[in-house]
């Protein structure tokens, strides 16, 4: 019993502390709203609330966690910027496209292109349209040695459950197999620099 009530109580306080850091922030956004105009110079007045009480030094530091919520068009302006990726690489085999040759849509991509009878040079992959919409033009850059063939431009064509965020899924080819091709498979996961170019 008593140790309900003392649960009881630190949530009580713990609920009045947020509480009160709330109204600091409100009240503290008011006082530096407010607009002093003088001399064609702006200037924030920051010492003030509208009820011109001062600002408690305590909740001082709060006044700039508010931050600005980011839309979907700069996200991708942040992406054009050359960023690390994780590369997978993807066969037309059913485990890699849940597909077999003879099943509808076998080999075609999110937007349309049919990768059957490709390779590499294709140029394809796989992306988040979040961050990469489809039809993008990107250049990649690898990171090991190993995979500097592979540098170059390629186009964003198509999606997959599985990539999401700073992921791609570099297409290898279409093998004619059912199983994953042994060039898929060494493949791995390696990384790449990524910069969006159109």
């Known amino acids: 019993m008593l140790w309900n009530e003392?649960?009881?109580?630190?949530?009580?306080?713990?609920?009045?502390?947020?509480?009160l850091l709330i109204l600091a922030l409100i009240f503290s956004q008011?006082?530096?709203?407010?607009?002093?105009?003088?001399?064609?110079d702006v200037k924030l007045n920051e010492s003030k609330l509208v009820n011109s009480q001062p600002i408690p030094e305590i909740f001082s530091k709060y006044r700039r966690i508010v931050l600005p919520i980011k839309t979907s068009e700069q996200k991708i302006e942040e992406t054009k910027k050359s960023k690390l990726f994780a590369i997978t690489a993807y066969d037309l085999s059913i485990k890699c496209t849940s597909k077999s040759r003879g099943d509808s849509g076998y080999g075609i991509t999110k937007d349309g292109t049919d990768l059957r009878g490709l390779t590499w040079r294709a140029r394809v992959i796989s992306v988040d349209p979040r961050l990469m919409p489809l039809g993008s033009k990107v250049e990649l850059e690898f990171v090991d040695e190993n995979y500097k063939k592979y540098n170059g431009i390629y186009y964003c064509r198509d999606t997959g459950s599985g990539i999401i965020g700073n992921k791609i899924d570099f297409f290898m080819g279409d093998f004619y197999s059912e199983s994953p091709s042994k060039e898929t498979i060494k493949f791995g996961v390696t990384e790449a620099y990524v910069t969006i170019l159109d």
């Open 6 to 19: 003392l649960i009881t109580l630190r949530s009580i306080k713990q609920i009045l502390v947020f509480g």
């Open 30 to 40: 008011a006082g530096i709203s407010k607009i002093i105009h003088k001399n064609k």
